[in-house]
RNA sequence: GGUCCCUUCGUCUAUCGGUUAGGACAGCUGGUUUUCAUCCUGCAAAGGGGGGUUCGAUUCCCCCAGGGACCGCCA
Protein backbone atom coordinates (compact mmCIF):
# COMPACT_ATOMS: atom_id res chain seq x y z
CA UNK A 1 0.00 0.00 0.00
CA UNK A 2 1.53 3.04 -1.48
CA UNK A 3 1.35 6.22 1.13
CA UNK A 4 -1.28 8.43 1.00
CA UNK A 5 -1.32 11.50 -0.78
CA UNK A 6 -4.12 14.08 -1.31
CA UNK A 7 -4.42 16.89 -3.19
CA UNK A 8 -6.97 20.51 -3.46
CA UNK A 9 -7.13 21.59 -7.05
CA UNK A 10 -8.82 25.34 -6.84
CA UNK A 11 -8.68 27.67 -10.23
CA UNK A 12 -7.41 30.68 -9.45
CA UNK A 13 -10.20 32.85 -10.88
CA UNK A 14 -11.55 34.40 -7.43
CA UNK A 15 -11.15 34.21 -3.59
CA UNK A 16 -11.34 31.05 -1.87
CA UNK A 17 -14.75 29.66 -1.62
CA UNK A 18 -15.70 29.03 2.30
CA UNK A 19 -16.82 25.40 0.95
CA UNK A 20 -13.30 25.16 -0.88
CA UNK A 21 -11.78 25.75 2.14
CA UNK A 22 -13.77 22.91 3.88
CA UNK A 23 -12.85 20.49 1.06
CA UNK A 24 -8.82 21.47 1.81
CA UNK A 25 -9.20 21.03 5.00
CA UNK A 26 -11.09 17.52 4.61
CA UNK A 27 -7.62 16.44 2.79
CA UNK A 28 -5.33 18.19 4.83
CA UNK A 29 -6.75 16.53 7.64
CA UNK A 30 -7.08 13.14 6.15
CA UNK A 31 -3.47 13.57 4.59
CA UNK A 32 -2.10 14.23 8.12
CA UNK A 33 -4.28 11.52 9.82
CA UNK A 34 -2.81 9.16 7.44
CA UNK A 35 0.59 10.51 7.99
CA UNK A 36 0.57 10.80 4.13
CA UNK A 37 1.39 14.23 1.41
CA UNK A 38 -0.43 17.20 0.80
CA UNK A 39 -0.78 18.88 -2.36
CA UNK A 40 -1.64 21.77 -3.79
CA UNK A 41 -2.54 22.39 -7.67
CA UNK A 42 -3.56 25.84 -9.72
CA UNK A 43 -5.81 24.44 -12.23
CA UNK A 44 -5.11 28.15 -14.14
CA UNK A 45 -5.57 26.32 -17.60
CA UNK A 46 -8.65 29.15 -18.33
CA UNK A 47 -6.26 32.12 -19.19
CA UNK A 48 -8.81 34.59 -19.41
CA UNK A 49 -10.35 34.53 -15.89
CA UNK A 50 -7.25 32.92 -13.80
CA UNK A 51 -5.03 35.40 -12.08
CA UNK A 52 -1.72 35.58 -10.12
CA UNK A 53 -3.11 37.67 -7.49
CA UNK A 54 -5.88 35.02 -6.69
CA UNK A 55 -3.51 31.76 -6.55
CA UNK A 56 -1.26 33.94 -4.09
CA UNK A 57 -4.55 34.81 -1.98
CA UNK A 58 -5.58 31.04 -2.35
CA UNK A 59 -2.37 30.14 -0.32
CA UNK A 60 -2.58 33.04 2.02
CA UNK A 61 -5.87 32.19 2.90
CA UNK A 62 -5.03 28.45 3.87
CA UNK A 63 -2.07 29.13 5.77
CA UNK A 64 -4.45 31.21 7.82
CA UNK A 65 -6.58 28.22 8.45
CA UNK A 66 -3.50 26.14 8.95
CA UNK A 67 -2.92 24.24 6.34
CA UNK A 68 0.29 24.08 4.44
CA UNK A 69 0.66 21.73 1.48
CA UNK A 70 3.46 19.92 1.02
CA UNK A 71 6.31 20.60 -1.72
CA UNK A 72 5.71 23.21 -4.55
CA UNK A 73 2.42 24.19 -6.08
CA UNK A 74 1.68 21.99 -8.99
CA UNK A 75 0.71 24.71 -11.84
CA UNK A 76 -1.65 23.03 -14.25
CA UNK A 77 -0.87 25.10 -17.14
CA UNK A 78 2.48 23.99 -17.16
CA UNK A 79 1.85 20.51 -17.89
CA UNK A 80 -0.49 20.79 -20.81
CA UNK A 81 2.24 19.54 -23.53
CA UNK A 82 1.71 15.94 -20.89
CA UNK A 83 -1.80 16.13 -21.04
CA UNK A 84 -1.46 16.40 -25.12
CA UNK A 85 0.61 14.18 -25.00
CA UNK A 86 -1.49 11.67 -23.45
CA UNK A 87 -4.79 12.86 -25.43
CA UNK A 88 -2.41 11.46 -28.73
CA UNK A 89 -1.79 8.15 -27.25
CA UNK A 90 -5.44 7.83 -26.17
CA UNK A 91 -6.06 8.19 -30.29
CA UNK A 92 -3.21 5.97 -30.85
CA UNK A 93 -4.64 2.87 -29.19
CA UNK A 94 -8.34 3.66 -30.46
CA UNK A 95 -9.64 5.11 -27.14
CA UNK A 96 -9.97 8.84 -28.85
CA UNK A 97 -11.08 10.27 -32.37
CA UNK A 98 -11.33 13.16 -34.08
CA UNK A 99 -14.43 14.54 -34.60
CA UNK A 100 -15.18 17.27 -37.77
CA UNK A 101 -18.36 18.33 -36.37
CA UNK A 102 -18.61 21.96 -35.99
CA UNK A 103 -19.97 24.38 -33.11
CA UNK A 104 -22.84 25.15 -35.05
CA UNK A 105 -23.87 21.25 -35.72
CA UNK A 106 -23.36 20.61 -32.14
CA UNK A 107 -25.61 23.83 -31.07
CA UNK A 108 -28.46 22.86 -33.36
CA UNK A 109 -28.57 19.07 -32.18
CA UNK A 110 -28.75 20.34 -28.67
CA UNK A 111 -31.62 22.99 -29.87
CA UNK A 112 -33.37 20.45 -31.54
CA UNK A 113 -33.03 17.67 -28.52
CA UNK A 114 -34.55 20.65 -26.12
CA UNK A 115 -37.02 20.91 -28.38
CA UNK A 116 -38.04 17.36 -28.70
CA UNK A 117 -37.76 17.57 -24.93
CA UNK A 118 -35.22 14.75 -25.32
CA UNK A 119 -31.83 14.28 -23.46
CA UNK A 120 -29.22 15.86 -25.83
CA UNK A 121 -25.95 13.06 -26.26
CA UNK A 122 -23.63 13.41 -28.69
CA UNK A 123 -24.83 11.19 -31.84
CA UNK A 124 -20.90 9.68 -32.04
CA UNK A 125 -20.89 10.50 -35.51
CA UNK A 126 -17.32 10.29 -35.91
CA UNK A 127 -16.58 7.75 -33.96
CA UNK A 128 -16.48 4.84 -36.30
CA UNK A 129 -15.07 6.58 -39.44
CA UNK A 130 -12.59 5.83 -40.71
CA UNK A 131 -9.43 8.25 -41.16
CA UNK A 132 -9.29 8.16 -45.11
CA UNK A 133 -12.99 9.35 -45.19
CA UNK A 134 -12.60 12.24 -43.04
CA UNK A 135 -11.97 16.08 -44.14
CA UNK A 136 -8.64 17.50 -44.67
CA UNK A 137 -9.96 21.24 -44.14
CA UNK A 138 -11.75 21.00 -40.92
CA UNK A 139 -9.71 21.18 -37.45
CA UNK A 140 -11.15 18.46 -35.06
CA UNK A 141 -11.80 18.04 -31.44
CA UNK A 142 -10.48 14.58 -29.96
CA UNK A 143 -13.44 13.11 -28.24
CA UNK A 144 -12.88 10.09 -26.26
CA UNK A 145 -14.50 6.68 -26.93
CA UNK A 146 -16.65 6.01 -23.97
CA UNK A 147 -18.17 2.82 -23.19
CA UNK A 148 -21.62 2.24 -24.57
CA UNK A 149 -22.65 -0.90 -23.06
CA UNK A 150 -23.26 -2.18 -19.67
CA UNK A 151 -22.87 0.11 -16.69
CA UNK A 152 -19.78 1.13 -14.32
CA UNK A 153 -19.31 1.22 -10.45
CA UNK A 154 -17.73 3.79 -8.42
CA UNK A 155 -17.09 2.55 -4.96
CA UNK A 156 -16.91 5.94 -3.11
CA UNK A 157 -15.22 6.07 0.13
CA UNK A 158 -18.28 8.82 1.21
CA UNK A 159 -21.19 8.18 -1.05
CA UNK A 160 -21.01 4.55 -1.19
CA UNK A 161 -21.76 2.28 -4.58
CA UNK A 162 -22.71 4.63 -6.94
CA UNK A 163 -23.72 2.76 -10.61
CA UNK A 164 -24.25 4.63 -13.42
CA UNK A 165 -24.83 3.08 -17.36
CA UNK A 166 -22.16 3.63 -19.72
CA UNK A 167 -24.52 5.37 -21.82
CA UNK A 168 -25.24 8.41 -20.49
CA UNK A 169 -21.84 9.27 -20.46
CA UNK A 170 -21.07 10.60 -24.09
CA UNK A 171 -18.05 10.98 -26.03
CA UNK A 172 -16.71 13.74 -23.96
CA UNK A 173 -13.93 15.67 -25.81
CA UNK A 174 -10.39 15.65 -24.38
CA UNK A 175 -8.54 17.89 -26.88
CA UNK A 176 -10.18 21.04 -28.24
CA UNK A 177 -9.72 22.29 -32.08
CA UNK A 178 -7.13 24.87 -30.59
CA UNK A 179 -5.21 21.67 -29.71
CA UNK A 180 -5.90 22.78 -25.85
CA UNK A 181 -6.51 19.76 -23.59
CA UNK A 182 -9.86 19.90 -21.51
CA UNK A 183 -10.74 19.63 -18.03
CA UNK A 184 -11.46 16.17 -17.28
CA UNK A 185 -8.16 14.87 -19.21
CA UNK A 186 -6.08 17.58 -17.77
CA UNK A 187 -7.24 16.47 -14.40
CA UNK A 188 -6.45 12.75 -14.57
CA UNK A 189 -3.04 13.41 -16.22
CA UNK A 190 -2.53 15.71 -13.17
CA UNK A 191 -3.56 13.00 -10.43
CA UNK A 192 -1.99 10.21 -12.36
CA UNK A 193 1.42 12.04 -12.81
CA UNK A 194 1.47 13.66 -8.99
CA UNK A 195 0.59 10.35 -7.99
CA UNK A 196 -2.73 10.76 -5.78
CA UNK A 197 -3.67 8.10 -3.96
CA UNK A 198 -7.10 9.75 -2.73
CA UNK A 199 -9.26 12.12 -4.34
CA UNK A 200 -11.28 14.08 -1.91
CA UNK A 201 -13.51 16.72 -3.13
CA UNK A 202 -17.41 18.35 -3.89
CA UNK A 203 -20.01 15.85 -4.36
CA UNK A 204 -20.51 18.27 -7.60
CA UNK A 205 -17.39 16.31 -9.66
CA UNK A 206 -19.38 12.94 -9.46
CA UNK A 207 -20.17 12.52 -12.50
CA UNK A 208 -16.74 13.60 -13.72
CA UNK A 209 -15.19 10.77 -12.37
CA UNK A 210 -16.81 8.16 -14.54
CA UNK A 211 -15.18 9.93 -17.24
CA UNK A 212 -12.18 10.11 -15.77
CA UNK A 213 -12.15 6.76 -14.40
CA UNK A 214 -12.37 5.55 -18.18
CA UNK A 215 -9.08 7.96 -18.97
CA UNK A 216 -7.53 5.42 -16.03
CA UNK A 217 -8.46 1.97 -17.46
CA UNK A 218 -7.77 3.19 -20.70
CA UNK A 219 -3.83 4.14 -20.38
CA UNK A 220 -3.42 1.25 -17.67
CA UNK A 221 -3.21 3.62 -15.18
CA UNK A 222 -3.82 2.66 -11.21
CA UNK A 223 -7.49 4.48 -10.61
CA UNK A 224 -7.08 6.29 -7.13
CA UNK A 225 -9.53 6.25 -4.56
CA UNK A 226 -12.59 8.45 -4.61
CA UNK A 227 -14.69 10.75 -1.92
CA UNK A 228 -17.29 13.06 -2.74
CA UNK A 229 -18.14 15.42 -0.20
CA UNK A 230 -21.65 16.64 -0.08
CA UNK A 231 -21.47 20.39 -0.44
CA UNK A 232 -22.17 23.63 1.84
CA UNK A 233 -25.54 25.09 0.90
CA UNK A 234 -26.90 28.63 1.67
CA UNK A 235 -29.39 28.91 4.78
CA UNK A 236 -31.92 29.08 1.88
CA UNK A 237 -30.71 25.07 0.51
CA UNK A 238 -28.94 26.28 -2.78
CA UNK A 239 -25.15 25.40 -3.60
CA UNK A 240 -22.92 27.89 -2.06
CA UNK A 241 -21.35 30.21 -5.06
CA UNK A 242 -18.63 32.94 -4.91
CA UNK A 243 -21.90 35.47 -5.39
CA UNK A 244 -23.02 34.28 -2.13
CA UNK A 245 -22.36 36.52 0.66
CA UNK A 246 -20.11 36.32 3.08
CA UNK A 247 -18.45 32.95 1.84
CA UNK A 248 -14.81 34.13 1.45
CA UNK A 249 -12.47 33.53 4.21
CA UNK A 250 -11.60 37.09 4.18
CA UNK A 251 -15.55 37.67 4.78
CA UNK A 252 -15.04 35.99 8.31
CA UNK A 253 -11.70 37.22 9.65
CA UNK A 254 -12.31 40.43 9.12
CA UNK A 255 -15.59 40.79 11.46
CA UNK A 256 -12.74 38.78 13.41
CA UNK A 257 -13.40 35.33 13.29
CA UNK A 258 -10.52 33.43 14.67
CA UNK A 259 -8.68 31.08 12.23
CA UNK A 260 -9.11 27.79 14.97
CA UNK A 261 -12.59 28.15 15.78
CA UNK A 262 -13.50 28.21 11.72
CA UNK A 263 -11.13 25.26 11.70
CA UNK A 264 -13.36 23.60 14.22
CA UNK A 265 -16.96 24.98 12.85
CA UNK A 266 -15.81 23.79 9.46
CA UNK A 267 -14.60 20.43 10.39
CA UNK A 268 -17.95 19.78 12.96
CA UNK A 269 -20.07 20.90 9.39
CA UNK A 270 -20.46 17.64 7.41
CA UNK A 271 -18.53 15.52 9.66
CA UNK A 272 -18.77 14.30 13.34
CA UNK A 273 -17.20 12.26 15.97
CA UNK A 274 -19.93 11.17 18.63
CA UNK A 275 -21.07 14.25 20.44
CA UNK A 276 -17.79 16.04 20.54
CA UNK A 277 -17.93 19.57 19.29
CA UNK A 278 -14.59 20.74 20.35
CA UNK A 279 -11.57 19.89 18.60
CA UNK A 280 -7.93 21.59 18.84
CA UNK A 281 -6.01 20.94 15.79
CA UNK A 282 -4.31 17.95 17.36
CA UNK A 283 -7.48 16.29 18.07
CA UNK A 284 -8.86 17.08 14.40
CA UNK A 285 -5.74 15.37 13.48
CA UNK A 286 -5.50 12.46 15.71
CA UNK A 287 -9.92 11.54 15.07
CA UNK A 288 -10.46 12.94 11.22
CA UNK A 289 -11.64 9.80 8.94
CA UNK A 290 -13.90 9.56 6.24
CA UNK A 291 -16.60 7.46 7.73
CA UNK A 292 -17.86 10.47 10.25
CA UNK A 293 -18.63 12.68 7.21
CA UNK A 294 -22.44 12.73 6.13
CA UNK A 295 -23.92 11.97 3.11
CA UNK A 296 -25.97 15.11 2.73
CA UNK A 297 -25.61 18.72 2.30
CA UNK A 298 -25.02 20.81 5.46
CA UNK A 299 -26.00 24.72 5.65
CA UNK A 300 -23.83 27.13 6.45
CA UNK A 301 -24.90 28.93 10.10
CA UNK A 302 -23.29 32.25 10.89
CA UNK A 303 -25.01 32.17 14.51
CA UNK A 304 -22.24 28.77 15.17
CA UNK A 305 -19.63 30.19 13.43
CA UNK A 306 -19.85 33.51 16.07
CA UNK A 307 -20.75 30.90 18.99
CA UNK A 308 -17.56 28.67 18.29
CA UNK A 309 -15.14 31.85 18.09
CA UNK A 310 -16.56 33.33 21.44
CA UNK A 311 -15.82 29.74 22.92
CA UNK A 312 -12.32 30.31 21.67
CA UNK A 313 -11.87 33.85 22.46
CA UNK A 314 -13.26 32.38 26.26
CA UNK A 315 -10.40 29.34 26.48
CA UNK A 316 -7.72 29.94 24.70
CA UNK A 317 -4.43 31.13 26.32
CA UNK A 318 -4.65 35.00 27.10
CA UNK A 319 -1.14 35.09 25.38
CA UNK A 320 -2.62 33.47 21.97
CA UNK A 321 -5.59 35.53 21.84
CA UNK A 322 -3.25 38.65 22.39
CA UNK A 323 -1.79 37.52 19.02
CA UNK A 324 -4.93 37.18 17.58
CA UNK A 325 -5.91 40.33 18.41
CA UNK A 326 -2.85 42.21 17.88
CA UNK A 327 -3.01 40.67 14.16
CA UNK A 328 -6.29 41.13 13.49
CA UNK A 329 -6.24 45.05 14.47
CA UNK A 330 -3.20 45.74 12.19
CA UNK A 331 -5.08 44.54 9.31
CA UNK A 332 -8.36 45.63 9.73
CA UNK A 333 -8.50 48.11 12.51
CA UNK A 334 -5.85 50.31 14.11
CA UNK A 335 -2.47 48.97 14.69
CA UNK A 336 -1.92 48.68 18.26
CA UNK A 337 1.06 50.53 19.97
CA UNK A 338 3.54 48.01 21.73
CA UNK A 339 2.97 50.14 24.52
CA UNK A 340 -0.47 49.34 25.43
CA UNK A 341 0.78 45.66 25.60
CA UNK A 342 0.48 45.29 29.13
CA UNK A 343 -2.73 47.59 29.69
CA UNK A 344 -4.56 45.04 26.89
CA UNK A 345 -3.36 42.25 28.23
CA UNK A 346 -4.19 42.09 32.08
CA UNK A 347 -7.60 43.41 30.77
CA UNK A 348 -8.48 40.46 28.74
CA UNK A 349 -9.64 38.86 31.36
CA UNK A 350 -12.22 40.83 31.49
CA UNK A 351 -12.99 41.95 27.89
CA UNK A 352 -13.41 38.95 26.35
CA UNK A 353 -16.23 38.17 28.53
CA UNK A 354 -18.15 40.35 26.26
CA UNK A 355 -17.09 39.26 23.25
CA UNK A 356 -18.23 36.89 20.48
CA UNK A 357 -15.65 37.90 18.14
CA UNK A 358 -12.03 39.94 17.49
CA UNK A 359 -13.90 42.72 16.14
CA UNK A 360 -15.92 42.97 19.64
CA UNK A 361 -12.84 42.92 21.85
CA UNK A 362 -11.53 45.66 19.96
CA UNK A 363 -14.56 47.97 20.15
CA UNK A 364 -14.54 47.01 23.78
CA UNK A 365 -11.09 47.66 24.35
CA UNK A 366 -10.69 51.17 22.16
CA UNK A 367 -10.88 53.16 25.61
CA UNK A 368 -7.38 51.53 25.94
CA UNK A 369 -6.09 51.32 22.86
CA UNK A 370 -7.08 54.90 21.23
CA UNK A 371 -5.58 57.92 23.28
CA UNK A 372 -8.37 60.00 22.23
CA UNK A 373 -12.05 59.36 23.67
CA UNK A 374 -14.40 59.50 21.04
CA UNK A 375 -17.97 60.42 22.14
CA UNK A 376 -20.50 60.36 20.36
CA UNK A 377 -23.26 63.01 20.90
CA UNK A 378 -25.97 61.69 21.74
CA UNK A 379 -23.54 59.88 25.00
CA UNK A 380 -22.33 63.42 25.68
CA UNK A 381 -25.35 65.03 26.53
CA UNK A 382 -25.50 62.71 29.46
CA UNK A 383 -22.91 64.86 31.07
CA UNK A 384 -24.84 67.59 32.51
CA UNK A 385 -24.08 70.25 35.38
CA UNK A 386 -25.06 67.63 37.99
CA UNK A 387 -22.89 64.75 36.22
CA UNK A 388 -20.03 66.81 35.83
CA UNK A 389 -20.48 67.62 39.60
CA UNK A 390 -20.18 64.21 40.66
CA UNK A 391 -17.58 63.63 38.15
CA UNK A 392 -15.37 66.83 40.24
CA UNK A 393 -16.28 65.36 43.85
CA UNK A 394 -14.94 62.19 42.30
CA UNK A 395 -11.64 63.57 40.97
CA UNK A 396 -11.34 65.27 44.43
CA UNK A 397 -11.65 61.80 46.50
CA UNK A 398 -9.09 59.99 44.11
CA UNK A 399 -6.25 62.65 44.26
CA UNK A 400 -5.01 61.24 47.79
CA UNK A 401 -4.87 57.92 46.46
CA UNK A 402 -1.99 55.80 45.62
CA UNK A 403 -3.50 53.46 42.75
CA UNK A 404 -6.69 52.34 42.19
CA UNK A 405 -8.24 49.63 42.75
CA UNK A 406 -11.53 48.03 43.91
CA UNK A 407 -10.79 48.21 47.56
CA UNK A 408 -10.42 52.19 47.61
CA UNK A 409 -12.60 52.79 45.04
CA UNK A 410 -15.47 50.85 46.06
CA UNK A 411 -15.98 53.44 49.59
CA UNK A 412 -15.70 56.20 47.14
CA UNK A 413 -18.41 55.09 45.00
CA UNK A 414 -21.30 54.33 47.61
CA UNK A 415 -20.04 57.51 49.27
CA UNK A 416 -20.85 59.76 46.25
CA UNK A 417 -24.22 57.99 45.62
CA UNK A 418 -25.45 58.45 49.26
CA UNK A 419 -24.29 62.54 48.84
CA UNK A 420 -26.11 62.98 45.62
CA UNK A 421 -29.14 61.11 46.44
CA UNK A 422 -28.87 59.39 43.78
CA UNK A 423 -27.80 55.34 42.49
CA UNK A 424 -25.26 53.68 41.22
CA UNK A 425 -26.30 54.40 37.46
CA UNK A 426 -25.95 58.46 38.54
CA UNK A 427 -22.76 58.05 39.48
CA UNK A 428 -21.15 55.84 37.61
CA UNK A 429 -22.68 56.55 34.03
CA UNK A 430 -21.49 59.92 33.94
CA UNK A 431 -17.72 58.56 34.84
CA UNK A 432 -18.08 56.16 32.19
CA UNK A 433 -19.29 57.59 29.79
CA UNK A 434 -15.84 60.52 30.40
CA UNK A 435 -13.80 57.95 30.13
CA UNK A 436 -14.77 55.64 27.10
CA UNK A 437 -17.22 57.20 25.77
CA UNK A 438 -19.90 54.87 25.92
CA UNK A 439 -22.71 54.11 28.05
CA UNK A 440 -21.58 50.43 27.46
CA UNK A 441 -18.42 48.45 27.81
CA UNK A 442 -16.34 46.60 30.47
CA UNK A 443 -17.22 46.84 34.34
CA UNK A 444 -16.29 50.05 36.12
CA UNK A 445 -14.15 49.19 38.08
CA UNK A 446 -12.19 47.32 35.82
CA UNK A 447 -12.16 50.71 33.67
CA UNK A 448 -10.74 52.38 36.41
CA UNK A 449 -8.27 49.99 37.10
CA UNK A 450 -7.24 49.14 33.46
CA UNK A 451 -6.74 53.22 32.54
CA UNK A 452 -4.54 53.70 36.15
CA UNK A 453 -4.47 56.44 37.74
CA UNK A 454 -3.10 58.91 35.39
CA UNK A 455 -5.29 58.49 32.69
CA UNK A 456 -8.05 58.71 34.66
CA UNK A 457 -7.26 61.56 36.28
CA UNK A 458 -6.85 63.48 32.97
CA UNK A 459 -9.70 61.50 31.14
CA UNK A 460 -11.77 63.16 33.57
CA UNK A 461 -10.28 66.65 33.99
CA UNK A 462 -10.74 67.12 30.14
CA UNK A 463 -14.83 66.73 30.31
CA UNK A 464 -15.06 69.27 32.72
C1' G B 1 -36.41 17.10 -19.19
C1' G B 2 -32.41 13.02 -18.33
C1' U B 3 -28.81 10.84 -14.85
C1' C B 4 -27.10 10.57 -9.93
C1' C B 5 -27.34 11.90 -4.73
C1' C B 6 -29.80 13.36 -0.24
C1' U B 7 -34.12 13.51 3.71
C1' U B 8 -33.60 12.99 12.52
C1' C B 9 -35.44 19.43 16.68
C1' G B 10 -34.94 26.25 13.22
C1' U B 11 -29.34 24.84 12.40
C1' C B 12 -24.94 21.22 12.94
C1' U B 13 -25.45 16.36 14.30
C1' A B 14 -25.60 11.22 17.70
C1' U B 15 -28.09 6.54 17.09
C1' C B 16 -24.78 1.25 13.28
C1' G B 17 -33.28 -3.28 14.90
C1' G B 18 -35.24 -2.74 21.12
C1' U B 19 -33.32 4.58 23.82
C1' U B 20 -38.27 8.63 27.91
C1' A B 21 -34.62 9.49 20.09
C1' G B 22 -28.94 12.13 23.01
C1' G B 23 -25.64 16.52 22.50
C1' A B 24 -24.31 21.44 20.65
C1' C B 25 -25.80 26.37 18.58
C1' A B 26 -29.87 29.51 18.18
C1' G B 27 -34.82 30.49 20.87
C1' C B 28 -37.66 31.05 25.40
C1' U B 29 -37.94 30.96 31.04
C1' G B 30 -35.82 31.90 36.03
C1' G B 31 -31.45 33.25 39.10
C1' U B 32 -26.60 35.98 39.98
C1' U B 33 -25.11 40.99 38.39
C1' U B 34 -22.68 47.93 38.49
C1' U B 35 -24.34 49.27 32.28
C1' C B 36 -23.75 45.58 28.34
C1' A B 37 -22.40 40.82 28.88
C1' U B 38 -20.65 36.46 31.20
C1' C B 39 -22.14 32.53 34.36
C1' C B 40 -25.74 29.11 36.39
C1' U B 41 -31.46 26.69 36.41
C1' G B 42 -35.04 25.11 33.54
C1' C B 43 -38.37 24.79 29.13
C1' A B 44 -39.75 24.01 24.28
C1' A B 45 -38.19 21.69 19.80
C1' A B 46 -37.14 16.19 15.18
C1' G B 47 -37.24 10.77 12.37
C1' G B 48 -41.33 13.88 4.82
C1' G B 49 -45.55 10.35 3.35
C1' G B 50 -47.10 5.31 2.10
C1' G B 51 -46.14 0.22 1.78
C1' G B 52 -43.36 -4.02 3.16
C1' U B 53 -39.39 -7.39 6.13
C1' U B 54 -39.40 -8.37 11.52
C1' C B 55 -41.74 -10.22 17.85
C1' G B 56 -39.99 -5.08 17.22
C1' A B 57 -38.29 -0.17 12.85
C1' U B 58 -35.41 6.45 12.78
C1' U B 59 -32.29 2.27 11.64
C1' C B 60 -33.12 -2.90 6.26
C1' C B 61 -36.09 -3.06 1.23
C1' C B 62 -39.67 -0.74 -2.31
C1' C B 63 -42.77 3.35 -4.02
C1' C B 64 -44.04 8.47 -3.77
C1' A B 65 -43.03 13.49 -2.41
C1' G B 66 -39.56 17.31 -1.49
C1' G B 67 -34.62 19.18 -1.94
C1' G B 68 -29.82 19.19 -4.32
C1' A B 69 -25.81 18.26 -7.94
C1' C B 70 -24.46 17.36 -12.86
C1' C B 71 -25.89 17.50 -17.97
C1' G B 72 -19.76 23.31 -21.81
C1' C B 73 -14.54 23.03 -27.17
C1' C B 74 -15.42 26.38 -17.87
C1' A B 75 -12.77 24.35 -14.12
Not at 93 to 104: F, P, R
Amino acid sequence: MSKVATRFAPSPTGALHIGGVRTALFNWLYTKNQNGTFHLRIEDTDKERSKEEYKLQIIKSLKWIGIEHDGDEYIQSKKIDDHIKVANELLKNGNAYKCYCSTEEIEEQKKRAKQKKIPYVYDRKWRDVDEKDCPKNIKPVIRFKSKIDGSSLLKDLVQGDVQIENNSIEDFIILRNDGTPTYNLSVTVDDHQMGMTHIIRGDDHKINTFKQIQIYLAMGWEVPKFAHIPLIHTLEGKKLSKRDNASTLDDYSKIGIMPDALRNYLLRLGWSYQDKEIFTLDESIKFFNLEGIGKSPSKLDISRILSMNEHYIKTIDENDLYTNLVNYCEIYKDKINTQKETKIKSSLSFLKNKAKTLEDIFNNAKYIILDEVKFNEDDLKLIDNKAKKIINEFQNEIKSLESLNKENLEPIINKLIKQNETNFKGVGQPLRIALTGSKFGPGLYDIFISLGKDDVEQRLGKIL
